[in-house]
């Protein structure tokens, strides 16, 4: 780190007064507690997803709720018109970050062949080559209740 990037910092910390407890209790209110319910619900998203609700089913047609069902065609399926860029539709989106896909297939074009061969027919999966399943999101909101618990009490006064 250079010596400017060190002042920079130096400066940031004192027009910001981190030495302030009310300084941090509104970072924490303000950035910090709006991150963190941005990432637990996605993370919920995400293990509803894998629930055995949807992939523990042995085929879409398995899963009771019709509404359930439909939105789950549209996740794997949505947006895919035939002969065009695989780039683009939803479900193009849902597989990379969620991992949603038909059969626990390795790409996204054959998810799309086999839903189209198979229809409601095919096992909703969720495969470990998406974005989310990188992210410790569970050790993140665990780290999140620790840190909150230990400084709350000094925040409040």
């Given at each position: 780190?250079?010596?400017?990037?060190?002042?920079?910092?130096?400066?940031?910390?004192?027009?910001?007064?981190?030495?302030?407890?009310?300084?941090?209790?509104?970072?924490?209110?303000?950035?910090?507690?709006?991150?963190?319910?941005?990432?637990?619900?996605?993370?919920?998203?995400?293990?509803?997803?894998?629930s055995d609700k949807i992939c523990g089913k042995s085929s879409l047609t398995d899963i009771d709720d019709e509404t359930l069902r439909e939105k789950i065609r549209?996740?794997?399926?949505?947006?895919?018109?035939?002969?065009?860029?695989?780039?683009?539709?939803?479900?193009?989106?849902?597989?990379?970050?969620?991992?949603?896909?038909?059969?626990?297939?390795?790409?996204?074009?054959?998810?799309?062949?086999?839903?189209?061969?198979?229809?409601?027919?095919?096992?909703?999966?969720?495969?470990?080559?998406?974005?989310?399943?990188?992210?410790?999101?569970?050790?993140?909101?665990?780290?999140?209740?620790?840190?909150?618990?230990?400084?709350?009490?000094?925040?409040?006064?």
């Open positions: 780190m250079s010596m400017e990037a060190k002042e920079s910092l130096r400066d940031w910390s004192k027009e910001n007064e981190i030495w302030d407890p009310k300084t941090w209790r509104i970072f924490l209110e303000n950035d910090l507690v709006p991150f963190y319910k941005c990432a637990f619900s996605l993370n919920q998203l995400y293990e509803t997803l894998k549209v996740v794997i399926y949505g947006g895919v018109k035939p002969n065009k860029d695989f780039n683009t539709p939803f479900a193009k989106f849902m597989y990379d970050n969620f991992g949603i896909c038909a059969e626990d297939t390795s790409s996204f074009e054959e998810s799309i062949k086999y839903y189209e061969s198979w229809g409601d027919s095919i096992k909703v999966s969720v495969n470990t080559r998406s974005w989310i399943h990188l992210i410790p999101i569970e050790e993140l909101v665990s780290k999140r209740w620790d840190l909150w618990e230990n400084k709350a009490s000094r925040l409040s006064s």
